[in-house]
Every structure is written in C-alpha cells, then in structure tokens.
Nanobody, 114 residues
Framework: VQLVESGGGSVHPGGSLRLSCRVS????????MGWYRQAPGKQRELVAD???????NYADSVKGRFTISRDNAKNTVYLQMNNLKPEDTAVYYC?????????WGQGTQVTVSS
C-alpha cells in the first residue's frame, strides 16, 4: 500500500491550502483515512479522519476551518485548510487504517507565517 501526499507549501496567516493523498496498492474504500500532523518538538496528532461510511472527526483546533473529504473513485482523500494560523505549521501525514493495520504517507510540509 502506498500513500502519496501533495499540496503542502507556505502561506500567510488567513490563507488556504488543499492537501491530497492518493492511495494505491489496495482497496481504498475499505480504509478509514486520516490526516495527522507533527510540529517540531511535539507529538504527532490527529487532525481529521473519515470512515468508510463518511463519518468524520476533527480535532477541536481545526473545527470550522478544515474539511476532510474522500473520493473513492480516485482513491484520494483531501484536506481543505482555510484560515490557516501559524500554529498549523507542521508536517502533515496521510494515514490509512483497517483493523489493526495502518499505513503512512511520507509527509508534506505546511508552513504558515507572515
């Protein structure tokens, strides 16, 4: 199973980015997909996830600003990030989970600064 992220970059506070993660090598629709992030010196944390039944969970810090979605026809999960803040700066990782198995992407850097 391979997860390939794209869409990271540098933006000013208040800006937007959309992350994408394409999954290959397995049955995408069977996985709960998630986005995690890790800032320097901090533990990796869940940002948002979406189940096979489209049940969605967000971290409190991103509610109302970030939107996770999945396109099962394209084997891709997205994270739309609006009104970005400096504290959103981190490496963002895509995650695919099924039962006790989970897979990670390589990560994509998001930097929010003025």
């Amino acid at each position: 199973v391979q997860l390939v992220e794209s869409g990271g970059g540098s933006v000013h506070p208040g800006g937007s980015l959309r992350l994408s993660c394409r999954v290959s090598g397995s049955i995408f629709i069977a996985y709960t997909m998630g986005w995690y992030r890790q800032a320097p010196g901090k533990q990796r944390e869940l940002v948002a996830d979406i189940t096979t039944g489209d049940r969605i969970n967000y971290a409190d810090s991103v509610k109302g600003r970030f939107t996770i979605s999945r396109d099962n026809a394209k084997n891709t999960v997205y994270l739309q990030m609006n009104n970005l803040k400096p504290e959103d700066t981190a490496v963002y990782y895509c995650n695919a989970k099924i039962s006790a198995l989970e897979y990670w992407g390589q990560g994509t850097q998001v930097t929010v600064s003025s």
